[in-house]
């Protein structure tokens, strides 16, 4: 694993790391720390798109992790949360951002620390981030995603994400593999490989466009959703052989599609706009294919619930493949392995 970990640092084609939590609690931090272990003599930039590094959870009220720092390392968060170590902080810039917590600021930790990261919650700010943690030196931006948005997992925003699995989504083994099962259907996604260049000027318009004989109809999600479909005829829907959907293509809206007759190929631009699980009978495509590197997984839950690490290691290991698995909270951790 810390190998792994260090054979990433190392890599061009990845600058920028997301994590992503099954559920609240999954042990995302705890995986952040581990990595920091790896890239710790790394210029690393890190900020969170949720709150992280809290003493106790905002919810539970449960102690949880901190979010360790080393020398060198810029953070991007809000100026409330550099004052209980001011001496530990050199203040670079601040952001036009305001988080829940206040405005954020660009910090280059001095010696080895802790932080507490208060959330960039639009994907406009979180850009920001990266843009600006990049243009002031950092080779690697790792985001520490929130368990409720998957955006910044996204192929268009990542280099590559881990993905942390955790019992604290359920104390039940199979209830855990059924929704690995679930994520890795959409991450598994084939990719587009017709109009390819035309799909991505769809992308960059951010309309939809269905493919009728020669002829392309755009459109835009919110007309979709607001006339639930019916601003195109039933015949065109009919008669279309490809759709490229630039929005949140749920069940409902697939459903609908099937309804009207359409049987033809859909097109996303990555598995991050496919809210539900799929329909059966839908060809669901992506223009960027996604980019899971590793697994983590927690086979205990803060609510005192647990599976069986082994039977959970392994299960999840024939779902994913062979993306690493690792767990951990339970694997003795070498820093001296090269």
């Known amino acids: 694993m810390n190998q792994i970990m260090k054979q990433w640092s190392q890599r061009e084609d990845l600058q920028v790391l997301s994590l992503v939590g099954i559920s609240k609690n999954a042990g995302k931090t705890t995986f952040l720390n581990g990595l920091g272990r790896a890239w710790s003599a790394e210029s690393v930039g890190l900020f969170s798109i949720g709150v992280d590094g809290e003493a ?3 919810w539970s009220g449960r102690s949880k992790p901190e979010v360790r720092i080393y020398k060198g390392w810029i953070v991007a968060t809000s100026g409330i949360c550099l004052q209980n170590e001011a001496d530990a902080w050199e203040i670079i ?8 917590a206040g405005r954020v600021y660009l910090a280059r930790a001095n010696r080895d620390t802790s932080v507490k990261l208060t959330g960039v919650p639009t994907r406009q700010w979180a850009s920001l981030c990266i843009e600006q943690l990049k243009k002031v030196g ?3 931006v790792i985001v520490d995603g929130a368990y409720n948005r998957k955006v910044m997992a996204s192929p268009v925003w990542s280099d590559g994400f881990v993905l942390v699995v955790g019992a604290s989504f359920s104390p039940s083994l199979p209830a855990l593999v059924k929704e690995v099962k679930g994520w890795m259907a959409k991450l598994l ?3 587009t490989t017709d109009d390819t260049e035309l799909y991505q000027s769809f992308y960059r318009q951010e309309v939809c466009a269905l493919q009728i004989d020669e002829r392309w109809v755009l459109f835009t999600s919110h007309e979709w959703i607001q006339s639930q479909g019916s601003h195109i005829s039933a015949e065109d829907l009919k008669q279309a052989t490809k759709l490229y959907f630039h929005g949140a293509l749920t069940k409902r809206v697939l459903e609908q599609l099937r309804w009207s007759g359409f049987t033809g190929e859909i097109t996303i631009p990555d598995w991050t706009y ?3 699980l799929l329909v059966k009978g839908s060809q669901i495509q992506v223009l960027f294919p996604s980019n ?3 697994v983590s997984i927690n086979s205990t839950s803060p609510d005192g619930g647990q599976v069986n690490p082994e039977e959970l ?3 999840i290991q024939q779902v994913v ?3 690493p698995v690792w767990d951990v909270y339970r694997e003795e951790w070498n820093p001296d392995v090269s």
Request: glycine fraction near 4%; aromatic fraction near 4%; proline fraction near 7%.
């Open 189 to 191: 996604l084939p990719s």
């Open 321 to 323: 493949g062979d993306i």
């Open 56 to 58: 106790q959870d905002v």
């Open 138 to 140: 950092c080779a690697k």
């Open 292 to 294: 899971l590197l590793a």
């Open 313 to 315: 290691r392994t299960q």
């Open 93 to 100: 810039e601040a952001l036009p951002i305001d988080s829940v």
């Open 274 to 276: 496919l809210f539900d």
